[in-house]
């Protein structure tokens, strides 16, 4: 991947991410963070990996595939403009949980577990708590879409859910 402008602080205000921080906390992150161009089937996370970064999606078009027992891979999920992965990197020390590959030619915001204790929690705890509130319900609007996807897969092998 080659690196790529870093967006302005409009455009970062713009993404939910970044939602609700402040001009002066957007302008530090447009000048500290660095961006990344993906090109059609760049892998850009491996399943296993213990990196500590996570991307926003400023272009283009990723998809997420889990690796099944069976050796087979499946996709799970796309993400499009102003999007995030990675984001449990930056929040625990656990292996990534899934691989991420370009599908189209794509421009990603690069943010580090660093960046995010440097710039936002060291810099301005209000602005941390902010990011970290806006990665919070990202996390739980997944995690809604995971279990409703859960009902369904087991109310069809079933016919109904037992307690």
């Known amino acids: 991947m080659d690196s790529a402008p870093t967006p302005a602080p409009e455009v ?3 993404l939910g991410l970044f939602g609700g921080l402040d001009d002066a906390s957007l302008q530090v992150l ?3 963070l660095s ?3 993906a090109a059609p089937g760049d892998v850009v996370v491996t399943e296993g990996d213990t990196d500590a970064e996570m991307f926003v999606v400023l ?3 990723l998809e997420v595939i889990k690796e099944r027992t069976d050796g087979r891979r499946v996709q799970v999920a796309l993400f499009g403009p102003g999007d995030w992965f990675g984001d449990m990197a930056i929040l625990d020390v656990q292996p990534r949980s899934a691989t991420v590959r370009a599908l189209a030619p794509s421009e990603l915001l690069v943010i580090t ?3 995010v204790r440097h710039h936002l929690y060291e810099r301005d705890v209000r602005a941390y708590s902010l990011f970290v509130m806006n990665v919070a319900r990202e996390l739980s ?3 809604r879409v995971a279990n409703g996807v859960l009902a369904q897969v087991m109310m069809g ?3 109904s859910i037992q307690p």
């Open 141 to 143: 609007r997944r995690l």
């Open 59 to 61: 272009s283009g078009e």
């Open 157 to 159: 092998m079933s016919g």
């Open 30 to 32: 447009s000048d500290e």
């Open 113 to 115: 577990a660093q960046d």
């Open 12 to 14: 970062l205000g713009n």
């Open 35 to 37: 961006a990344r161009h």
